[in-house]
């Protein structure tokens, strides 16, 4: 990627794509050369109305550069509201991204630039938990990112792989869920469970990490800062990605193994060690574990730090382990407000110790622990 080069970043999906709620706008200038479409004008990237990702996405990444930096164009066409199934391929927001990809092409060559259109950025997935299509969502993002790179490919006249950049979803609570079956009736979705899947099964679709760390204007919709910091963790990965060609995995578990009557979980740490914070994300239960044999759940008598990279969970009996599995982050309060403060809210805390300091909220950009559901695997 040259100085001469326009880096086009499309960003879709639904309300959180777009800032709802997100009033007032914070990034009102432009630090770097950035920069967004007015019609068919180029002009400098900055927020209007609200605060979207947009802006501290982008200048995240050229933050994290060393000069010259990168010039980047990033367009928007996300719909509140909106589920996969009015925003995929055929539809008029796909299409209206479509247009803003030969929009920036022409635009940009037209001044002598050089155009690249490197990646997509999506956050999504709350119409569709509330629509029940969680056991198809991650196909839905599979055929996402397919179409896009199809589309985008025969615009250019050549192949290109255009990596596609998500995050898991987490104000189920508020919005109506699935409720386990267990004695003890709690929210629960499979959409963030989806998003975690289809960043291990596709090669070109990451998984920036989950948002339940991040404050929230009304337990669904994100505040100012909570957008702009969203846009600093995208920036971070996409520029890790896209500009340092190095794999990107978020805090993820590994192993998961039954040890007498404990469950040692190791963890895939992006920057080691692992920290227990009660600080940024409000004390949870069992710091957001939980244990299930079938539908029952198990007991955690305690948790400790085994090393930089290693949990054990001390439970209060050893659980069969042909259905036992470990969950993290995935259930709540139903009707509790999402957000990190917020007690009954999904979360959990566990981070890693990225040093890294958002430019623009002058937050730390630690890396937190996505929600999952692991199985056991056999102790060899």
Known sequence: MTKNTINHILLTGQSLSAGYNGWPPLSTSQPFKNLMLHKEELIPLTEHGVETPASALANTICALSAPPYPRILLTSHGVNGYPYKLLKKGTLPYQAGIRQVKSGMHTTTLQGFNYEII??????????HMNGNSAVYESYLHKWQKDYQKDI????????????????????TVLGSEVSTSPIHKSFSRIPLAQLSASENNPLIYLVGPKYQLSYSDGVHLDAQGYRLL?????????????DNKQWRPLSPERTELK??????????????????????????NFGFECLEGETHITINSLSLENENTIRLNLSRKPDPRITR???????EADSLAGAMEIGSVGGNVRDSDPIIGTFTEKPLFNWLVQFEEELQPDF
């Open 260 to 285: 007498d009557d404990s469950i040692v979980i190791k963890f895939h740490v992006p920057v080691p060690p692992l920290v227990l914070d009660t600080e940024r994300v409000i004390k949870k239960e």
């Open 153 to 172: 490919s025969q615009i250019l006249g050549e192949e290109k792989q255009i990596p596609f950049f998500t995050d898991q979803m987490c104000s189920y």
């Open 326 to 332: 470990v969950r993290y982050a995935l259930s709540g």
């Open 231 to 243: 846009g600093e963790y995208y920036g971070k990965v996409m520029k890790q990605v896209l500009w």
């Open 119 to 128: 990646g997509i950025a999506c956050i999504h997935g709350e119409s569709d």
